[in-house]
């Protein structure tokens, strides 16, 4: 069952490179106040910077779209949606397999395994030329 | 920038700082494929000791070192990375082509 909320953040940026350090700042600040363990927050951190990547070098490629980041504690939970309204994927299971790419030379394909190995759930939805959204879990322990 | 090229004999050394992503691998991918391309190395080191994070991009990264020092009939080797960098280096595994050297563990 899922505790009652008790904290929320939410945070639009645009899909630039640079914004990729904000992204995890303002997540990682976010969740500090649950006095998590460096371990979490660097797990946290990682699972943002892969899901913000994507939505700025695939969802939105050449363009610059809009990145939504809500991210939601209920007590010891962090649940993290990251959503943006880029090109939509097409096959998510194909897309989810480790070493799968449609970028070669600089990516390797592992983003959504880092994701999945970092944090407690992860679940991902997309629509074909609309957008997609990731949602993660992460149970903090804490100190 | 955040990247120390050090050439010794046939080995260039890159040393990276800093946090790895795919923002900072940019600037990072023009300095060391520069030096690559002027020296020809027979040994690349990739020295992760003063980096702070790193998220998949570091992997690419390392992986795309590898293609261009292989095309010269180079090796690749990565130093000093972390056990969280190690793990997910080893997601890809990289450590097929590219030669993983244990942290030091001193202090
Ligand atoms: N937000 C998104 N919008 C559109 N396509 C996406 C999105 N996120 C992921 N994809 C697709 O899923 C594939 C796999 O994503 P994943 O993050 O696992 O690897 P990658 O981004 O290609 O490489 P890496 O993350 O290791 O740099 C991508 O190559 C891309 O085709
Ligand atoms: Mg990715």
């Known amino acids: 069952m899922k505790e009652a ?24 600040g976010f969740v500090s106040t649950l006095d998590p363990t460096i371990e979490e927050i660097n797990d946290i951190k990682t699972a943002v910077s892969e899901a913000v990547t994507n939505c700025i070098v ?14 939601s504690m209920h007590g010891k939970s962090v649940y993290i949606k990251i959503k943006d309204n880029g090109c939509g994927i097409s096959d998510i299971e194909k897309a989810m397999t480790p070493l799968y790419t449609t970028k070669g030379d600089e990516r390797s394909g592992l983003g959504f395994a880092v994701m999945e190995s970092f944090m407690d759930s992860l679940r991902v939805r997309s629509v074909c030329g609309k957008g997609t959204t ?10 | ?26 600037a990072l991918r023009e300095a060391v494929d ?13 020295d992760f000791g003063d980096v702070t994070f790193m998220d998949s991009s570091g992997v690419g990264f390392v992986m ?20 969280r960098m190690e793990r997910m280096l080893s997601l890809s595994g990289i450590e097929k082509i590219a030669l993983i050297e244990k942290r030091d563990k001193a202090v």
């Open chain 1, 5 to 28: 909320k008790t904290n929320e953040m939410r945070l639009v940026l645009e899909s630039r490179s640079q914004n990729e350090g904000v992204a995890r700042i303002a997540v990682s």
């Open chain 1, 58 to 71: 695939h969802a939105y490629e050449d363009t610059v779209g809009k990145i939504y980041i809500t991210c």
């Open chain 1, 134 to 143: 990731v949602y993660m879990k992460k149970n903090i322990s804490g100190k």
């Open chain 2, 1 to 26: 920038m955040p990247v120390k090229l050090n050439k010794e004999g046939t080995t260039l050394v890159a040393f990276l700082s800093g946090e790895i992503d795919h923002h900072s691998a940019i």
């Open chain 2, 34 to 46: 520069g030096a690559i391309k002027l020296v020809k190395p027979e040994r690349l080191e990739i």
């Open chain 2, 64 to 83: 795309g070192r590898y293609k261009l020092v292989n095309f010269y009939g180079g090796t690749v080797v990565v130093k000093n990375a972390s056990e």
